[in-house]
Every structure is written in structure tokens, then in C-alpha cells.
């Protein structure tokens, strides 16, 4: 499918702009969090191995058939988090769930789980000397993945023991960490990759928004306060064919993603899951269960499903954040109901679905999409057709390019910047000049990411109060 810009370029900013107040709210807000879905909800801040922290999905710069989904999972590691370090949760499902008909329900399921093996139970280490190769037998701690691919006609394992990377113990132990990083690269029938491992968490941003929305007078900017910390990484890449409706990336490129986690009960007596799974984190758009949803349903949010979405309509249509900003720094909020935030937050971008008229990245964009089963709900949505960017730019649709965040969500993009301004109405007429240089000071990850698969850039070893 073509992409549909109305009114040139200035048009579709315009309207990605007002859009993204929707998930701008985010940036600014006082709440649990701290950053993207860090800790954002009473009950998840207590299971850190199972809150989702970010989502990103992008087509491929340097596979440009191809499209690249990282998920991310327990915030703020320390690296010197020894001696059990950071392994993935076992009896869990890291589900990272595809929209392509637009009903808000999972068309396509892709689901790791995890099994933990020790080498030797009667050592406290991590590791008993330096570590060369997965395989090593000085690694103690190991990690093994199933990665299944589930539809309605049924599951498909595409892998059923696959490494993960290890944590990073410090140089000493692993002397190249970035080959047992690559090792656990691995490849699968039909064109895909996966890659299970700990990462430099590549969020950016200075956290002392919460501090009165950066001092009350914009004088607290600049720190990047993730800066050292880690993250456990799932990234994926896969054929557009693969996630688009009927298989069909040219009539239908648009699809919708979310992330979640799901859990067995566990004995206390025998330590093995029980019962069936339950939904207790969720994640599609960045900065959405922090402050758009209010604390009382934060929970509610983590456990619900999409097509449930209209319970926290009102949230979307009324938002908290510009009456905060209007309070504090007396930038005049919006009026409401926010339609407009309605269509990006909760349909999608396109000129049949609401006020925003451009075109982007709406399942109704689809061909053979079957308009009347359409449902609102939250997704990061990607529309697969707009190839990478030659020059990417960090502010994505409002920096003209299309790309970028909220088309989808790369590494590198400045959501907080790019959202800030778009809350404040940057690409409106008459917007206060101050509103065209709001954002926190930092532009970029302290990291470079990698430019292959799986992107994400390599763990810290220093420790964060020294980094």
C-alpha cells in the first residue's frame, strides 16, 4: 500500500503531533513510575522480572523486508547485581502479541519461555571461571528458551532450545562479552531471528520530570538518568509477511503490537506453576499505564485485554497531564473531549477514523480489512510500507520523518522531546515560541546501538554510581 500524505509533509507532522499528545501525557505526569513503563503499576513494581519496560518496532534498516520487534523486561539492573544476577522468569510467557485485522484481538502470538539449568548446585557463583562460549563449563547459570508462533490455526514451535546471553558478570569472567552476545543470535526456518539476552537499557531521559516537571522552570534537564543501567532484551525479526493480514504486506502493511506477560501460579512448597496463565503486565505505546491511566486501574490496565479498551476511554478523552502543565508552567491545555487523541491513542492514524486527516497507520488502512469488526484499542501501531529512513530523525513524524515514533518506535527515537512538544501543540497555529525547544536535554542513548540484528546495545559492567 502506497502511503497517503494529505496536504504534503506539514499536514501529516501536524497530524502526528496532535496525536502524539496522547501518549505525551507520559512525560510530564507525577506518578509510580520512572520511565517507560518502569515500575509503573502498584502490583508489577513488586515482580520486576515481569513488568514489561519497553516496546519498539521498526523496519529493518539494514533488512528492509523485514521487520525487528524488541521487547524489554526488569528494569533498572544494576550490573554488579551478583551473585544471581538478572535470568529471564521461568513458567512465564514473554508474549509479544500481533494485530493485523484491526479487532484489537492477537492474530499472531509469538511466546518465549524460559528454563534455567545450574552446572553446579553447590557453588554460590554465577559462573566458576572465565566463561568462552555459551556452552562453557565454567557458566553455572544457564538459560533456554521455546519460542512459539501462535494463531488461531494452531501453534508452531520455531524454536525449542534456544541460549540465551548471559548476564554480564564483569570483563574478568567474560572476557568478550560480545561474542557470547552474537552466539545467541539464532536463526530459524523461514527467514526469522531471535535473540534472548541482557542489554544496555536504551531508553534516555532525564527522571527528574517527576520533580515538579523538571523543577518547576525547566532548570532540571540534561541527566540521563537511566544511564548504566541494564534490561533483559527479547528481540525478534521477521519477514513483513509474517505479521501482515493474509500474508500480504503490500495490500495490508499496517499492524498493531503490545507486549505482555503472563504467569502460573507457583508453589511455595514445590516451586512448580500451577493453574493457568495470568495476564499482569502489559505494554504497546510507551508512557501509556504511568499517567494516562490513573493509579486506581493501573492494575486493571496490566491485566486487561484490548478489545476491553473502552473502559478507560475517558482517560484518553480527558487527559490529566495538559492541566498540569498548564497549572505549573500556564501553557493554556487543550479543550476536551480529545478527539483527537481518541484516533491516535485508540484507532490509529488514517482520515476515516477521525479528526487527525492524514493517512499513516491505522489497521483501516488494510485492504482486506472487514471495517465493522474494527475495535478501538491500545497498540503501537507500524505501518510495515514506509521504508527506513536514509538519515533517521530523533523527533520521527514531527521531524518529518515518517519512520519514526509514532509510526512504529525505533531505538533511537527521542520519545520525551518528541512528545513533550506535541503535547504543547508545537505544529498547532499560535503555539507559544517556547514550545518549539521543550524537551529534557538528552537527545540520545549514552550508548551507541548496534547496527545489525539485534540492535540493542551491550550491557553495562561499571556500577550505575560510578557510571
Not at 513524524?397 to 506535541?422: C, K, Q, W, Y
Request: charged letters at 15%; a neutral charge; one cysteine or more.
Amino acid at each position: 500500500m502506497k502511503l497517503v500524505v494529505p496536504n504534503g509533509r506539514r499536514s501529516l507532522m501536524a497530524a502526528a503531533a496532535i496525536g502524539l499528545s496522547a501518549v505525551c501525557v507520559a512525560a510530564l505526569a507525577p506518578a509510580q513510575s520512572v520511565a517507560s513503563s518502569h515500575r509503573e503499576a502498584p502490583l508489577i513494581a513488586g515482580m520486576p522480572a515481569l513488568d514489561n519496560t519497553d516496546l519498539y518496532a521498526f523496519v529493518s534498516p539494514d533488512a528492509p523486508n523485514t521487520v525487528t520487534m524488541v521487547a524489554n523486561w526488569q528494569p533498572f539492573e544494576e550490573p554488579n547485581g551478583g551473585p544471581n544476577f538478572y535470568p529471564f522468569a521461568e513458567y512465564t510467557a514473554h508474549d509479544i502479541n500481533i494485530d493485523n485485522n484491526g479487532d484489537a484481538k492477537p492474530d499472531i502470538i509469538y511466546r518465549w519461555t524460559f528454563t534455567t539449568t545450574y552446572q553446579n548446585t553447590n557453588t554460590f557463583l554465577y559462573n566458576t571461571g572465565p566463561v568462552h562460549s555459551l556452552t562453557d563449563p565454567n557458566l553455572n547459570l544457564r538459560q533456554y528458551y521455546k519460542l512459539q508462533r501462535i494463531t488461531k490455526s494452531g501453534t508452531t514451535t520455531l524454536l525449542s532450545k534456544a541460549p540465551v546471553a548471559p548476564s554480564f558478570v564483569g570483563a574478568a569472567s567474560m572476557p568478550d562479552y560480545a561474542a557470547l552476545s552474537n552466539a545467541a543470535i539464532t536463526p530459524y526456518a523461514g527467514g526469522g531471528k531471535s535473540f534472548a539476552g541482557q542489554a544496555d537499557d536504551p531508553f534516555f531521559l532525564d527522571l527528574r520530570v517527576f520533580d515538579l516537571l523538571y523543577g518547576g522552570n525547566l532548570s532540571e534537564v540534561g541527566q540521563d538518568t537511566l544511564k548504566g543501567y541494564n534490561v533483559n532484551t527479547i528481540a525478534l525479526q521477521v519477514p513483513k509477511s509474517d505479521l501482515a493480514l493474509k500474508g500480504n504486506p503490500t495490500r495490508n502493511p499496517v499492524v498493531g503490537i503490545w507486549t505482555t506477560t503472563s504467569r502460573a501460579g507457583i508453589s511455595m512448597k514445590t516451586g512448580k506453576p500451577y493453574g493457568k496463565y495470568q495476564q499482569v503486565s502489559r505494554l504497546g505505546m510507551p508512557l501509556v499505564n504511568e499517567v494516562v491511566i490513573p493509579v486506581g486501574h493501573k492494575n486493571e490496565f496490566n491485566a486487561t485485554t484490548p478489545d476491553k479498551d473502552a473502559k478507560f476511554l475517558k482517560y484518553v478523552q480527558q487527559p490529566e497531564v495538559p492541566k498540569l502543565i498548564q497549572a505549573i508552567y500556564g501553557i493554556q491545555a487543550p479543550a476536551e473531549p480529545r478527539k483527537d487523541l481518541v484516533e491516535v491513542f485508540l484507532t490509529g492514524v488514517c482520515k476515516a477514523c477521525g479528526p487527525v486527516a492524514a493517512d499513516l497507520n491505522s489497521q483501516l488502512l488494510n485492504k482486506d480489512v472487514v471495517a465493522k469488526k474494527f475495535a478501538g484499542s491500545e497498540q503501537l501501531r507500524l505501518n510495515m510500507a514506509v521504508p527506513p529512513a536514509a538519515s533517521p530523525n530523533r523527533l520521527g513524524v514531527i521531524g518529518g520523518d515518517l519512520a519514526g515514533f509514532p509510526n512504529g518506535r525505533r531505538l533511537a527515537d527521542d520519545v520525551v522531546d518528541v512528545t513533550v512538544r506535541a503535547a504543547e501543540g508545537v505544529l498547532l497555529p499560535n503555539h507559544a515560541p517556547a514550545v518549539d525547544t521543550l524537551g529534557d536535554a538528552v537527545d540520545a542513548n549514552d550508548h551507541p546501538f548496534r547496527t545489525v540484528f539485534p540492535y540493542v546495545a551491550l550491557p553495562n559492567t561499571v556500577a550505575v554510581n560510578q557510571s
